[in-house]
């Protein structure tokens, strides 16, 4: 974990990473959906992962790096939601002190926040 180019702090890679390999788990506090929405009302950066229609997990108080995990439009980690869990795994290989980033897909900022991944394929808003 450390600085990232993109925003705040981001996750890097210790070591190289296969493809389709399981990066790990952001682990955080099991909150009802209801609440998780509460929380981040007005936050610019929200480290929460809704993984049901009833349960979210809120990594803000988590010492679990991989709330950092900053979004790009050209993604190399994918979130899988596996059985009430956030997982991130491999995309394609990444190297070592690579900055592991996401497509949030639809996210809680509703396009009103401006990306700013860098990527050539940028959309601009999240």
């Not at 991989?66 to 059985?83: E, T």
């Not at 949030?104 to 940028?122: I, K, M, Q, T, V």
């Amino acid at each position: 974990m450390g600085p990232s180019p993109i925003d705040g702090l981001g996750v890097f890679a210790d070591e190289a990473i296969p493809a389709r390999r399981k990066i790990g788990e952001m682990r955080g506090e099991v909150v009802p959906v209801r609440e998780a929405r509460r929380r981040i009302e007005g936050r610019r950066r929200i480290h929460v992962v809704e993984v049901s229609n009833k349960t979210a997990i809120d990594a803000t108080k988590s010492d679990c790096a991989l709330r950092h995990v900053n979004h790009s439009c050209s993604p190399n980690a994918v979130l899988r939601i596996r059985q009430g869990r956030a997982e991130f795994y491999a995309m394609r290989d990444i190297d070592t002190g690579e900055e592991i980033v996401a497509d949030y897909g639809e996210s809680h900022h509703e396009g009103r926040l401006r990306c700013r991944c860098g990527a050539p394929n940028c959309k601009g808003r999240l």
